[in-house]
C-alpha cells in the first residue's frame, strides 16, 4: 500500500505533464471508441439496407446458382415459405426470380433485369417500395403491373401509366413477351439498378419463362441481425436434399458488401494502431523523463538497502495508474461521444453527392453511431496493458542503477 501511495504521488510531481500525457491517452482512447461505434452503426445500418434490398440475412439457392447465375437454376418452393417462415426470429420470406429480358418501347429498347417479387411481402420490408405511392405498386403476383428503375423509364423515354413490352427466352427455348404496364418508378440512387430494374408479380414473370411454381432466390429477412447464425442452422435443417438447395448467409450472397466492409475496417483497425503507438510512445517519454529526473533519489533509495525491483515495481505501479485513470477518462469521454453520434449523428448531406453508395449499397447521408460496450471495455484494457508495455524500458533502466551511480547524477 506505502508503495502505491507513493507511486501516485510520483505522477504528480509534475503536474503539467502528467495532465498533458493524462490527456493524450485519455482523447486517444475517446477517439478510437468513438470511431469504432459510428463504423459500428454505419455498418449495420449498411448491412439491414442491404439485406432488405437485397438477398436477406440468409438466402436461399440451387447449388451452383450463386456462381454462375444460371436463369435454369430455380427450385420449387413448395410449402418452404411458410416453413422457414414460422422460425422465430424471421421476419419475412420474400421468393424472387430472376429473368436477364429485353425491354421495349415504341422509342426505344434496353437490356433488364426483370425481377419476379411477391409484392406484398416484398412492399413490407424493401426500402425501395417503402417509399412508393400507394398506387405505385403491383396490384397483384399475376397482374400487368411494372415497378421500374426512374433511369430506365427515361431512357425507354415512357412516363408512369404508359405500356412496354418485356421478351425473354422461355424454358423451351422460344422466346415470350409480355405487355406490360408501368405502375411505379424506383430511383434507388445507383446507377446500375435504375437502369436496368423491373419488378414484376411473380405470377407474371413466370409466363416468360414457364417455370411456375418455382424461385431462383428465397431471401430470409430477420427481426435481429445477431440471431443470423441460430436461424440459418434452422433454415438449413429445412432445406430438402432432393432438389439440391442450401442456405448462405448475406456475406456470401452479397460479397460487394461483405469486402467493402472488410477492406474499410481494415484501414480504420490501421489508423487505431497508428493512434495507440502514439500513445506508447507519449508514456514512454513521460516515464522516462520522469526516472531520468529522479537518479538521484533513486540511488539514495538504493544505498538505503532498497532492491532494484522495489524501483522497478513503483515504475509499473505509476503507469498502472496512468492507465487505469486515463482508460476511466477516454472511456467517459467516448461514452459521452458515442451518446452524441447515436441521437445527432454526423450529417454529411452538404459533403457529398445526392446519394451516397457504399459496396453496392445506398445508405443515410446522415451517419449514427451504435453502441458497442464490449469493445469499448476491450480497447480500454488494450491501453491499460499497453501502458504498462511501455513502462518496461523505464521500469528496467531504473532497476539497473546503481547507488554510486544515481548520487552522482545532478
Not at 5 to 24: H, V
Not at 238 to 244: A, H, P
Request: hydrophobic share 50%; aromatic share 6%; charged share 20%.
Amino acid at each position: 500500500m506505502d508503495l502505491v501511495r507513493l507511486a501516485w504521488k510520483n505522477i504528480w510531481r509534475n503536474r503539467r505533464r502528467t495532465i498533458i500525457t493524462l490527456a493524450a491517452i485519455a482523447f486517444s482512447i475517446m477517439l478510437v471508441q468513438a470511431l469504432h461505434n459510428l463504423s459500428f452503426g454505419v455498418y449495420a445500418g449498411m448491412v439491414d439496407s442491404g439485406v432488405r434490398a437485397g438477398s436477406g440475412h440468409i438466402a436461399v439457392y440451387r447449388n451452383n446458382y450463386l456462381e454462375s447465375r444460371d436463369e435454369i437454376l430455380h427450385f420449387r418452393d413448395g410449402s418452404l415459405i411458410d416453413d422457414i417462415s414460422q422460425i422465430d426470429g424471421v421476419e419475412q420470406v420474400l421468393p424472387r426470380l430472376y429473368i436477364p429480358a429485353l425491354a421495349q418501347s415504341s422509342r426505344e429498347s434496353r437490356g433488364v433485369l426483370l425481377i419476379g417479387v411477391d409484392p406484398d411481402r416484398e412492399r413490407q420490408v424493401n426500402p425501395f417500395l417503402k417509399t412508393l405511392p400507394a398506387d405505385g405498386m403491383i396490384r397483384s403476383t399475376d397482374s400487368r403491373d411494372a415497378v421500374i428503375g426512374a433511369r430506365l423509364l427515361d431512357e425507354l423515354q415512357i412516363r408512369p401509366g404508359q405500356k412496354f413490352v418485356v421478351t425473354a427466352q422461355n424454358e423451351d427455348g422460344s422466346l415470350h413477351s409480355e405487355l406490360l404496364r408501368v405502375r411505379g418508378v424506383v430511383n434507388s440512387g445507383m446507377k446500375d439498378i435504375d437502369s436496368s430494374l423491373i419488378l414484376v408479380g411473380r405470377g407474371r414473370a413466370a409466363l416468360l419463362t414457364g417455370n411456375s411454381g418455382s424461385v431462383h432466390e428465397l431471401a430470409v429477412i430477420l427481426d435481429d441481425a445477431g440471431r443470423e447464425a441460430e436461424v440459418h442452422r434452422q433454415v438449413a435443417a429445412k432445406l430438402s436434399k432432393d432438389q439440391d438447395i442450401l442456405a448462405v448467409s448475406w456475406e456470401e450472397a452479397m460479397p460487394n458488401l461483405a469486402n467493402a466492409i472488410k477492406l474499410d475496417y481494415a484501414s480504420q483497425k490501421f489508423i487505431f494502431m497508428i493512434i495507440l503507438l502514439i500513445v506508447a510512445i507519449g508514456v514512454v517519454n513521460t516515464l522516462l523523463m520522469s526516472v531520468m529526473e529522479r537518479m538521484r533519489e533513486f540511488g539514495v533509495i538504493l544505498a538505503l538497502g532498497s532492491k532494484p525491483m522495489t524501483l522497478r515495481c513503483m515504475i509499473m505501479l505509476e503507469a498502472i495508474i496512468l492507465g487505469l485513470l486515463a482508460a476511466a477518462i477516454g472511456t467517459v469521454l467516448g461514452s459521452l461521444a458515442t451518446w452524441y453520434l447515436v441521437a445527432v449523428g454526423v450529417d454529411l448531406a452538404d459533403l457529398v453527392p445526392e446519394t451516397l453508395e457504399f459496396g453496392g449499397v445506398v445508405f443515410d447521408p446522415v451517419m449514427r453511431a451504435s453502441w458497442d460496450p464490449v469493445w469499448m471495455f476491450r480497447i480500454a484494457v488494450y491501453v491499460v496493458c499497453l501502458t504498462l508495455l511501455a513502462a518496461a524500458y523505464p521500469a528496467i533502466k531504473a532497476g539497473r542503477t546503481t547507488p554510486v551511480e544515481g548520487m552522482r547524477h545532478h
